[in-house]
């Protein structure tokens, strides 16, 4: 086994990579960029070496100083990890001129695949279906254009290099092509660095399902069974599964008879994942290979019983693989949820920011977590926003999906907008349980899944009782240092001559004005809240960090809550949901004042890539004015009705803080 190894990457699957080498006593280094200094992933290796400025492209992609932090550290080899260079074949070119074992498949076939244009020949030549399309060299717009009205609208841009839905666009007709065209060679040669694209027909309602294989020096390649990613936003993976629902074994053999045709095909070597679009008649196509550990490979960990990154050693290092196709075994049901910092009510806008706080649920044998971030650490604005990833197994798939939805419950996270309660939803709609679902599942009940319903009366009495006890803190702590300690007049209760004290709290919560009426009443406080009164006393336990563990008797009941006060919110975790309070108040109207009379606002923190209008120019609603992109992501701002643009504050290549004007409109 190596002595040591490199990890060429970041976040969840750096940290993730490190456990399994921890376990067979492989020592680890970490490489880090100046943004990601004290990262989860820094602190999980044995040592680690800093590559570069905050930008991908100066730190975790520059072969030249990974490399250089590899023979400084004196690593045996370098694992890639997934994303940044994990499929660049010119890195594992270096690495070998390098004497460094690359953990991964030969440059040849990183290369063959790496083209989706090569690959779907290779296919073709191999006899696994392809959707129909254009994969031709010829990348002149006309030729595009012509190509596409030829497949038939609807169709698929997609960038010829990388996957993940980087650059992916879909065109309804003639009229958006040139546009969407566009915008998917600016992503692609961001992401990749390859502008190319290949256009396919766009198939109605078909399932992302996929196969992972494994190959090794010896000519022997199995596959591990198949793992359904159809439900997805755009064009990128939330949810996965295996076994995939409704794939019998018939149709699990032929699929996997044609991943390991196409692993063949190529002279494959190492992790690899073929993926194909099922259509409901059974018939599937070759997307396209994925030549490197897959971000869902712990569903497959979790069927199997293996680990599949030891697996990438053992064939890196020239052993073969430790068991043959009959050997491997399927059990129960395995499924993975993807965590982000993404606001999913704002078209899943993704957040960056510091996790003030972030408490996880224990995990074991039937529950995994593979986290990039603990409390205290941030999402930076320059990389993926995936916090974590959540593995639940059961018997059978509604087992699992008990499981997955109980840890998810959980889960406690204080900072930028996660995507956590849009996945609980998710996991109880009937289309998921029943497994009906397809790459088009999101879109189509995107609204069911992004409704919010209103706190109920015992959260709303938990966050008041909560602000009053903080309040009784402060004025506690204010009589203290004051020269008339006992005087009656530090105590906040509300008091009023000759009629009970009361007071008025006001919050927003869920979008709405929440107005609460307190009664003070002798150790407890009597609460009028929209759906009726509640009766509390209670006292605040010791709290954990940012957090406070609150113990009270509410309406009668002994009830208890984690609540984070935060600016001038407070977030109450209670019976596995999280409710947030936005205090009323001077700055709670500048928090909610989010565009500027007459302007535009950035949603997110991000680098102004186009800027499609200028000052006096004429636009009418919905209109593209400008294109940000932050978290390796385009985002569009369009004009919200007609008018005239009375200024652009920013030009291409500048950096914006959220929350800054972008044009100003009248």
């Not at 990833?389 to 996270?413: C, H």
């Not at 599942?441 to 909560?466: F, K, T, W």
Request: hydrophobic residues 45%.
């Amino acid at each position: 086994m190596f002595k040591k190894i490199l990890v060429a990457n970041r976040g969840e699957i750096a940290a993730r990579i490190m456990r399994t080498a921890r376990r067979l006593g492989v020592r680890t280094v970490a490489v880090f960029s100046e943004a990601d200094r004290g990262a989860l992933h820094v602190r999980s290796a044995d040592e680690a070496r800093l590559i570069g400025p905050a930008p991908a492209r100066e730190s975790y992609l520059s072969i030249e100083r990974i490399l250089a932090a590899a023979k400084d550290s004196g690593a045996d080899a370098i694992h890639p990890g997934y994303g940044f260079l994990a499929e660049n074949a010119d890195f594992a070119e270096a690495c070998a001129k390098a004497g460094i074992v690359f953990i991964g498949p030969p440059p040849a076939a990183i290369r063959a695949m790496g083209s989706k244009s090569e690959a779907k020949a290779i296919m073709d030549k191999a006899g696994v279906a392809t959707v129909p399309g254009y994969h031709g060299e010829d990348q002149d717009e006309e030729r595009l254009a012509r190509e596409a009205a030829r497949i038939g609208f609807p169709v698929l841009i997609k960038p010829s290099a990388g996957g993940g839905g980087k650059g992916m666009r879909r065109v309804d007709g003639a009229s958006e092509f040139a546009a969407a065209l566009a915008g998917a060679r600016r992503e692609a040669l961001s992401s990749f660095g390859d502008d190319r694209v290949l256009i396919e027909r766009y198939l109605d309602r078909p399932r992302h399902v996929e196969m992972q294989v494994f190959a090794d020096a010896h000519g022997r390649v199995v596959h591990l069974f198949e793992r359904d990613c159809s439900v997805q936003r755009r064009h990128q993976k939330v949810i996965e599964e295996a076994p995939a629902p409704g794939v019998g074994p018939e149709l699990r053999a032929r699929m996997g008879a044609a991943a390991v045709a196409a692993t063949r095909a190529i002279g494959y070597q190492g992790a690899g994942t073929i993926e194909f679009l099922l259509e409901p008649d059974g018939r599937f196509y070759f997307m396209e290979m994925n030549t490197r550990l897959q971000v869902e490979h712990p569903v497959t960990e979790m069927i199997t019983g293996l680990d599949l990154v030891e697996w990438q050693l053992l064939v890196a290092r020239g052993e073969a693989l430790p068991l043959a196709q009959d050997r491997i075994e399927c059990s129960g049901h395995a499924i993975e949820a993807r965590i982000y910092a993404e606001d999913p009510a704002r078209d899943f806008l993704p957040g960056s920011g510091t996790v003030a706080h972030l408490r996880w649920p224990e995990t074991g044998p039937d529950f995994r977590i593979d986290a990039g971030v603990e409390a205290g650490d941030a999402v930076s604005i320059h990389y993926d926003p995936l916090i974590a990833k959540v593995i639940a197994w059961g018997r059978d798939r509604a087992g699992a999906i008990e499981r997955l939805a109980r840890g998810l419950r959980g889960i406690q996270a204080v900072g930028p907008a996660t995507n956590l309660d849009f996945l609980g939803a998710m996991l109880a709609h009937p289309v998921f349980t029943s497994g009906a679902v397809d790459i088009g599942y999101i879109d189509r009940h995107y609204r069911e899944l992004v409704s919010q319903g209103p706190a109920g009366p015992e959260a709303v009495a938990m966050a008041s009782l909560y602000l009053l006890l903080r309040r009784a803190e402060d004025a506690d702590r204010n009589a203290a240092a004051s020269t008339d300690p006992t005087s009656p007049w530090h105590r906040p209760v509300g008091f009023h001559l000759n009629i009970e004290p009361e007071d008025t709290l006001r919050f927003q919560a869920a979008g709405q004005d929440l107005v609460v009426g307190v009664r003070y009443r002798g150790g407890g406080y009597l609460f009028s809240t929209p759906d009726g009164p509640v009766e509390a006393h209670g006292g605040m336990a010791e709290g954990d960090g940012a957090a406070s563990n609150l113990i009270a008797q509410v309406g009668g009941r002994d009830r208890h809550a984690t609540v984070v006060g935060r600016d001038r919110s407070l977030v109450v975790f209670m019976d596995g949901r999280r409710y947030e309070f936005v205090l009323a108040g001077p700055r709670l109207a500048a928090t909610l004042d989010e565009s500027p009379a007459g302007g535009l606002v950035a949603p997110m923190p991000g680098k102004v890539v186009q800027v499609h209008v200028r000052a006096g120019e004429a636009v009418k609603r919905g209109q593209a004015l400008m294109v940000l992109e932050a978290m390796k992501m385009e985002h569009a701002i369009v004009a919200p009705g007609d008018g005239v643009v009375r200024a652009v504050r920013f030009k291409e290549g500048d950096m914006v803080p959220e929350g800054a004007e972008l044009l100003s409109l009248e």
